[in-house]
């Protein structure tokens, strides 16, 4: 089975609007984290933000939410005021366990931003 | 913070030659990992460091593949026999230990086998 499941290859959202990325995981740890990368075209991989499973309150960093609904094992990523600059492919990752050492990537959703 | 390093960014190679790529990871991390990345997928974990030590090694990885992190710092993936399925973008990520630590990424190092 998956680990990571991002169930929507490609979005799009008008400029200045809010969207939601879709992500499901599969563990039977109690104790993991969830993670969102932002993959512009020029390849680089860029940390956005970070669940843990035992953090009551949903993740914010600046626009970035994240909405970690652990009975459903869903973490979706919330963009808010969308920027033409975030057009990028998004990848949520989970890494299992108090001292995991593998990160298991979702295939991936691809974000177009229109202005 | 100069951010994790990766050398070359491109390669491009004959079917059965022997490449190696290099990563300089964020000096302060102790943690370093490998990655392959081919189109329209997600990084696939291949290998970790925890300063020196190999510690885990993705169950996909084929003896052809090798990596080290001699004193702990610097990294080196090598590719042994490249065959055409090696083609891809092979990453590069440093991170200090502890599980709210997200991984900083390289640019990476993109394989062409002809």
């Known amino acids: 089975a998956q680990k990571i499941t991002q169930t929507q290859p490609g979005m799009f959202v008008q400029e200045k609007e809010a969207v939601t990325l879709d992500c499901t995981y599969d563990?039977?740890?109690?104790?993991?984290?969830l993670f969102w990368y932002k993959q512009p075209s020029s390849g680089e991989m860029i940390f956005l933000i970070y669940?843990?499973?035992?953090?009551?309150q949903n993740a914010t960093e600046g626009r970035y939410s994240l909405n970690f609904q652990k009975a459903r094992k869903s973490a979706n990523l919330v963009i808010s005021a969308s920027q033409l600059g975030d057009s990028a492919m998004y990848f949520c990752?989970?890494?299992?366990?108090?001292?995991?050492?593998?990160?298991?990537f979702g295939t991936g959703t691809s974000l177009t931003v229109i202005p | 913070d100069t951010g994790v390093s990766q050398d070359p960014r491109h390669k491009i190679t004959k079917r059965g030659q022997n490449v190696t790529f290099r990563c300089d990871p964020i000096?302060?991390?102790?943690?370093l990992y490998w990655y392959r990345q081919t189109l329209g997928q997600g990084p696939e974990f291949l290998t970790y460091?925890?300063?020196?030590?190999?510690?885990?090694k993705s169950r996909l990885l084929s003896d052809r593949f090798s990596a080290e992190r001699p004193k702990g710092s610097f990294s080196t993936l090598e590719i042994q026999r490249t065959e055409q399925g090696d083609s891809a973008m092979y990453l590069c990520?440093?991170?200090?230990?502890?599980?709210?630590?997200?991984?900083?990424f390289g640019d990476g190092t993109r394989l062409s086998i002809l």
């Open positions: 990520a440093s991170s200090f230990r502890g599980e709210a630590q997200p991984q900083h």
């Open positions: 563990t039977s740890d109690q104790s993991y984290g």
């Open positions: 460091f925890q300063n020196e030590a190999q510690l885990e």
């Open positions: 000096s302060e991390h102790n943690r």
């Open positions: 669940q843990g499973s035992y953090d009551e």
């Open positions: 990752a989970m890494r299992e366990g108090n001292t995991g050492n593998q990160f298991y």
